[in-house]
């Protein structure tokens, strides 16, 4: 199971890792594979929201997120 920290204005999950999360995804940077964070908890991976972008609601709508979605369902 994946759980995604979506709210890029408050996050809820806070690694201490720079340039791992959802906003580096829905701006192309690196693999899904590096923004997706294993947990304590068997078969429960956690993605945070990554860096608080300048505009928040921009990069959650359009096709950008559309693709991301897609490529997150097929890991």
């Known amino acids: 199971m994946l759980l995604i920290d979506a709210d890029m204005r408050r996050p809820a999950f806070v ?14 940077t690196g ?9 304590d908890v068997d078969a429960l991976w956690v993605m945070p929201s990554g860096t608080i972008p300048p505009s928040p609601r921009t990069n959650c709508l359009g096709s950008v997120c ?3 979605c ?5 890991v």
């Open 66 to 68: 559309y693709v991301a």
């Open 31 to 39: 693999s899904l594979s590096d923004h997706v964070l294993q947990t």
């Open 70 to 74: 897609r490529r997150l369902g097929d």
């Open 15 to 28: 690694t201490g890792r720079e340039n791992v999360g959802l906003s580096h995804i829905l701006t192309n």
